[in-house]
């Protein structure tokens, strides 16, 4: 039942979009992009009350759901595995269509809508045609299903017992939040793609519009992978054990890529709109942040690369291979279509002015993005030409990208008070001196307290002038409303960042951990503070089983616990118990178990806090574009 | 505008080669079991092995956690020393970052597959349950 009606409707919806594109007479644009939208949200409770009536025809019910799964994880299960994030992915598309057609259609054209269309029939073309979360189970496996169709009025046969999601994804609550969040941020980069494109190609305004409705539809879904990365590497932190956040794994380095990107646009575009100038630059970087999400999304799904990411899957990635190709292409013939526009742009005239400071920010969030690409796809290039294996080791990242964020925060310090004039160095320093000697102070104070190195010296000194700095200018301007609202945008997101640098060279610098070995009912001494352990306890739930080990200290009891998920893939996982302070965390694991003795492992994680808070106050920065008296 | 665009060029292509040669100083090589055999390793360089966790092959000795992994063709016993992940099983696939010495790798380093399948080079999709002995 379910699977035949999925299957029909998103036919139905594969068949609208192309009467949308091919459409002349632009009749019903607005109808159809809303039953669109509808037929997709349809979909997507379609197969919500398929995993949750656990409707085990479905192929993608039975391999990723169980009926012993809880509530909250057969939700998220629908973005558990490839067919069903699609899925996802149209509603998303669909909505963001249905957002850019009010707030910021063109009203001299139905290009961007057909551009819109187009991407859109890309990616409902799959589930279309290639695999779709509705298809039927044809044959079943021992748990779940292994073969399975994707034509309507088939046979079909149920399996008693559904599979369940990856255990991983149904450990903490933050999972069920962190891939849409990405998803969203991937998704709506297609709509300054639009907007560039579109405006460029009907070319009935010569004027800078694209670059206005390019901007501001790039800062929602910059917000959202602000948001999804920092919950993933929160998730990485509070649920893997290893105590650590970022890896530079390829599929965390893909969505990084877009972000950078996304940031040194929402700073080039402020400069086109004064100056008019980066006109060229500017069109690069929208149709980069569009393609670099069509090549993450490849990176993550074609299991091209050896990554802890490992979704294994089937050929999706030539699909959007060719995706990545035909949409570079529209770019492409688009932007040499303008040629004549693009040389229009204007000279940069001050290089330590705000124009300048900012082709400066460009060019180190563009060359961060760049490097971290070439890392991400280098391993691919050396097996084409040696047919070796290899991985990027971390050194690399830290050799070339860390000197480079480094100066970006330098630069941030300047941003709170740019002219267009030239920077004059003597009289900055005049009227920051008083700010410039707390930093110091406050760093030199900090450094008596803990190991140094150069690195960490600058980046603190950086950082403490960069917070002291914008909070100050938060105080001086912030009540007599002076600066356009996109500037106190940038301002909260600077600190954000300024708190974050904090906490990560806090993190980098001062962590370390121990080993140590004991007995039920012992304690152990770790930082000043002892550690009492307990015995295992063993609980039972409908989903898993679950081994917990108490261990308190003066103040709390923590668990750090193995959860051994039922008739799934045969995995266990565990959390660690963190004890949490502002400054650092302890953070214990437990290595092995053997009767009641533990070798536990026991880190002391510097500023983790700090850079959620970091993180947090940066993603907040959507406030001051609430305001209402746009400058 | 041509001069700008030069310089453009000029200023990706250093970024380009600057990756490039730091990327190739810092990779880590990457190998299944069987292919141990036919490489040529000097004593103490760091590889990446990977293969699938012997079943009934995993022990405690001295405080190292001892087993054996396999692609299907040949196995190789692991001396590990680190932090075992969460999501260390029997039969999964894993990655480990060590040193080879006689046949012995020792390991301090292990990445764990999320997933039960494991995709080889040539993308074709072993089954775990088919290798386990």
């Known amino acids: ?31 159809l992009v809303r039953v669109n939208l509808f037929i997709q949200v349809f979909l997507f409770c379609l197969l919500e009350v398929g995993l949750f009536l656990n409707d085990f025809s479905l192929s993608y019910v039975a391999n990723y759901s169980a009926e012993s799964t809880p509530p909250l994880y057969k939700f998220a299960s629908l973005w558990g595995s490839l067919d069903g994030s699609i899925l996802l992915w149209n509603l998303c598309l669909s909505l963001f269509m249905y957002f850019y057609l009010k707030l910021y259609k063109d009203p001299s054209s139905n290009i961007d809508i057909k551009i819109f269309t187009l991407i859109m029939i890309f990616f409902v073309g799959y589930t279309v045609f290639s695999s779709s979360p509705f298809a039927g189970c044809i044959e079943l496996a021992t748990i ?25 994804l149904q450990n903490h609550p933050l999972m069920a ?53 920092t919950l993933g590497a929160a998730w990485s932190y509070e649920v893997l054990g290893w105590g650590g956040y970022w890896a530079w794994d390829p599929v965390e380095n893909v969505s990084f890529i877009p972000w950078l990107l996304a940031t040194a646009f929402l700073h080039s575009a402020k400069i086109q709109k ?64 303008n040629i004549e526009y693009f040389s229009k742009s204007k000279k940069i005239d001050n290089w330590f002015g705000k124009s300048g400071f900012f082709v400066f920010n460009n060019i180190f969030l563009f060359s961060s993005a760049l490097v971290i690409f070439i890392g991400t796809i280098f391993p691919l290039i050396y097996e084409t030409l040696y047919s070796r294996q290899i991985t990027v080791g971390r050194a690399y990242y830290d050799i070339l990208v860390g000197p480079l964020l480094l100066i970006l925060l330098g630069l941030m310090i300047f941003s709170v008070k740019l002219s267009i004039r030239n920077l004059n160095i003597q009289k900055w320093f005049n009227e920051n001196v008083i700010l410039i000697n707390i930093a110091l102070i406050v760093t030199i104070f900090t450094l008596f307290l803990l190991n140094n190195s150069y690195i960490l010296i600058i980046t603190a000194s950086f950082s403490f002038l960069l917070i002291f700095t914008t909070v100050s200018n938060f105080y001086k301007s912030f009540r007599l409303t002076k600066g356009s609202n996109s500037y106190w945008t940038g301002q909260i997101a600077h600190l954000g960042i300024g708190i974050f640098a904090l906490g990560i060279i806090l993190n980098v610098s001062q962590s370390f951990s121990t080993e140590i070995e004991l007995n039920s009912f012992q304690e152990f001494n770790f930082n000043n503070d002892t550690y009492f352990v ?71 994680n510097y500023g983790v806090l700090i850079m959620w808070i970091g993180l947090l106050i940066t993603s907040l920065s959507f406030f001051p574009r609430l305001r209402k008296n746009e400058v | 505008m041509k001069k700008n665009f030069i310089i453009v060029l000029l200023g990706i292509g250093l970024i380009i080669y600057a990756s490039t040669i730091i990327a190739s100083r810092n990779t880590i090589y990457y190998y299944t079991t069987s292919e141990t055999e036919n490489i040529e390793i000097t004593t103490n360089e ?64 292990m990445l764990v597959k999320h997933d039960n399948e494991y995709v080889s080079s040539d993308g074709e999709t072993y089954d775990v349950k088919s290798y386990s002995k």
């Open chain 1, 1 to 31: 039942m379910i699977y035949n009606t999925g299957i029909i409707f998103s036919w139905i919806s594969f068949s609208l979009l192309i009467f949308l594109f091919f459409n002349k007479k632009n009749l019903y644009t607005e109808i």
């Open chain 1, 144 to 168: 779940g299903c292994s073969a399975s169709t994707i034509l309507p009025f088939a046979e079909l046969v149920t399996s008693n017992i559904g599979r369940g999601p990856n255990p991983l």
């Open chain 1, 177 to 229: 939040i962190h891939p849409p969040m990405l998803y969203i941020g991937y998704v709506g980069m297609t709509m300054p793609f639009v907007a560039a494109t579109s405006r460029l190609y009907s070319r009935k305004d010569k004027s800078n519009s694209w670059i206005e409705v390019a901007e501001k539809t790039t800062y929602i879904p910059w917000l959202f992978l602000t948001i999804g990365i």
């Open chain 1, 274 to 337: 004064t100056q008019n100038t980066l006109l060229n630059w500017n069109y690069i970087l929208v149709g980069l942040m569009f393609l670099s999400t069509l090549f993450g999304t490849f990176i993550t799904r074609s299991g091209v690369l050896i990554s802890v990411h490992a979704f294994s899957n089937g050929n999706i990635g030539t699909y959007l291979l060719f995706g990545m190709l035909l949409f570079g292409l529209i770019f492409i013939g688009i932007g040499s279509k």
């Open chain 1, 534 to 604: 307990y015995n295992t306890i063993e609980e039972s739930l409908p989903e898993k089983n679950v081994l917990k080990l108490p261990i308190s200290n003066s103040n709390q009891t923590k668990y750090t616990s193995l959860n051994i998920f039922k008739n799934s893939a045969q995995q266990a996982i565990s959390s660690p118990a963190v004890f949490r302070s502002i400054i650092n965390d302890i953070y214990i694991t437990v290595k092995f178990i053997n009767e009641d003795s533990y070798k536990l492992i026991v880190r002391n």
């Open chain 2, 46 to 109: 760091r590889i990446k092995l990977g293969g699938f966790v012997v079943e009934d092959s995993v022990s405690q000795e001295d405080g190292f956690t001892v087993f054996t992994i396999t692609d299907g063709n040949k196995d190789i016993e692991i001396v590990f020393d680190g932090f075992i992940p969460e999501l260390f099983q029997e039969n999964m696939g894993v990655i480990l970052d060590g040193v080879l010495d006689n046949d012995i790798f020792f390991a301090d380093d």
